[in-house]
């Protein structure tokens, strides 16, 4: 049996606990702040009409069975803690102009189908071939990369993958290239750009083979979790109290005791005595864990380029708006909201909030997260990280956030939907908040932007390991989930 550290109540230290108690290890959770579940944040607003229910991190479930693994992995099963509610539509997406919207689906034929009533048979074609390129680059991703440790470019490039496989993979080429190459429709290509914010990347570098990220989604569902997807943090520190595992909240770990080149313990604030480990998980942003927790410069040097941040708006709206539970509103100029939200430090050009973003408005019909004759809106643009450098925004400047969140608002209204005249309450939250709550530094959703390669899971001190999004497979609940997994069989069972 070894002594177990998890640094971080995030949905990855928690998954991971729990995988760790089942085997026999004696695991304790270290979290900084009073309630678990790291970015699977909530907030709860009361009104004289009655109480609003946010989520404020995460908004769907993909990948379902990632969580039923999980549960099951530790002697439960996940209907028992959680309501999974299957999404159609998964997204609304609304486009420029007059044009019709577009409600995706896990249906693959009745999705194609939805393509070619809005936009034309070639687009419907062109979606079809895309798919099927998607489909083997999924393919290959989860059987060579998702599920398994991944420590540096020699492990992708010893991978025996088919020359197929590379070939859809497409190694050099970005996704919007890929959208060129496959989609003529305009608002199909601007549909498959935004699968690269699910990574905090920007689609004109982000790699082709993120085409997976859609294909995962449109494949196996979208789901939504009854009472808000800060259910699924309830239910895993439920499991993990379950089996015997300590969670301590408002411990912050300063620093991870590594002499000789192997883990001891860690140290929290305020405690004088380390808190003794054989082995350590670290469920924290990589920058922080090489920065501040175990510094490491030739570590830290490769974490430069960080993920775009989010800035939202929780909105109690008066009345029905008729709108799906999630819907994206897009812009006229997708370049030029990319262009404002990581500006171009190499050339001196600040990052800015984007005049015209994409909007994104989840609503959730769901009435434990809402009084009778209202809706909980929480509203999300794509935003740059925040801080001082080039590349980042000073969200703490005064007025820039209310000054910032009338203008979301006014853009909502260009694009249809106004709802200015019917706000019971706003509360805004930017990119510094995301930071001073979750430690995510800059409030970067995503730690690094979205490459194929993530800081690996097995840290440079033995019986160090990373897991989270930060970390390898990368960000979004179920590649989290998956780290949870690859960690504790690389760990293994205490009576191995």
């Known amino acids: 049996m070894a002594r177990i550290v998890v640094v971080g109540a995030g949905v990855g230290g928690l998954a991971t606990a729990a995988r760790l108690a089942t085997t026999g290890h004696e695991v304790t959770v270290l979290e900084r702040a009073g309630t678990v579940g790291g970015k699977l944040g909530r907030y709860v607003h009361d009104t004289p009409a009655g109480s609003f229910h946010f989520d404020t991190g995460p908004s769907l479930l993909t990948l379902p069975e990632v969580f039923h693994d999980l549960f099951e992995a530790t002697g439960a099963k996940l209907d028992e803690y959680l309501d999974l509610t299957p999404l159609d539509p998964i997204v609304r997406h609304v486009f420029p102009g007059d044009g019709p919207t577009l409600d995706s689906c896990a249906d693959p034929a009745e999705f194609a189908a939805r393509v070619g009533a809005a936009f034309g048979e070639r687009a419907a074609a062109d979606w079809q071939r895309l798919w099927r390129r998607a489909a083997r680059v999924w393919d290959a991703s989860h059987r060579d990369i998702l599920c398994r440790a991944i420590g540096?470019?020699?492990?992708?490039?010893?991978?025996?993958?088919?020359?197929?496989?590379?070939?859809?993979?497409?190694?050099?080429?970005?996704?919007?290239?890929?959208?060129?190459?496959?989609?003529?429709?305009?608002?199909?290509?601007?549909?498959?750009?935004?699968?690269?914010?699910?990574?905090?990347?920007?689609?004109?570098?982000?790699?082709?083979?993120?085409?997976?990220?859609?294909y995962a989604e449109l494949a196996f569902g979208g789901w939504y979790l009854r009472g808000g997807l800060g259910t699924l943090a309830d239910a895993l520190l439920t499991r993990c109290l379950d089996l015997g595992v300590v969670v301590q909240t408002g411990a912050t770990v300063t620093r991870i005791d590594a002499a000789g080149g192997r883990v001891h313990g860690v140290r929290l604030a305020g405690v004088a005595a380390p808190v003794p480990a054989d082995v350590v998980v670290a469920n924290v942003d990589a920058l922080t864990l090489y920065r501040d927790l175990l510094p490491s410069p030739r570590r830290l040097a490769g974490l430069t380029d960080r993920s775009l941040a989010g800035f939202v708006l929780l909105l109690g709206v008066a009345g029905e708006s008729g709108l799906a539970h999630h819907n994206v509103f897009f812009p006229r100029d997708y370049d030029a909201e990319f262009d404002a939200v990581f500006g171009h430090p190499g050339r001196g050009v600040r990052a800015r909030p984007a005049p015209a973003p994409t909007v994104f408005v989840t609503v959730a019909d769901d009435p434990a997260v809402r009084p009778d004759g209202h809706e909980a809106w929480f509203v999300l643009v794509n935003a740059p990280r925040h801080g001082t450098a080039t590349g980042a925004v000073d969200w703490r400047r005064p007025g820039l956030a209310d000054a910032y969140a009338d203008r979301v608002l006014d853009v909502l209204a260009e694009r249809g939907v106004d709802v200015r005249d019917r706000l019971v309450f706003r509360k805004v939250r930017t990119p510094a908040d995301l930071d001073a709550a979750t430690g995510a530094p800059g409030g970067s959703i995503y730690g690094t932007a979205g490459g194929l390669l993530r800081p690996a899971n097995r840290g440079p001190a033995?019986?160090?390991?990373?897991?989270?999004?930060?970390?390898?497979?990368?960000?979004?609940?179920?590649?989290?989930?998956?780290?949870?997994?690859?960690?504790?069989?690389?760990?293994?069972?205490a009576w191995g």
């Open 152 to 214: 540096s470019p020699l492990d992708l490039a010893t991978l025996a993958w088919r020359l197929g496989d590379l070939a859809a993979i497409g190694p050099g080429r970005t996704l919007r290239g890929l959208g060129r190459r496959h989609l003529s429709d305009p608002r199909l290509r601007m549909l498959l750009q935004r699968y690269a914010t699910y990574t905090g990347a920007d689609p004109r570098r982000a790699p082709a083979a993120l085409v997976a990220v859609p």
């Open 462 to 493: 033995a019986g160090l390991w990373l897991v989270g999004g930060s970390s390898h497979p990368g960000g979004g609940l179920p590649m989290v989930a998956l780290s949870a997994q690859i960690v504790a069989d690389e760990i293994g069972p």
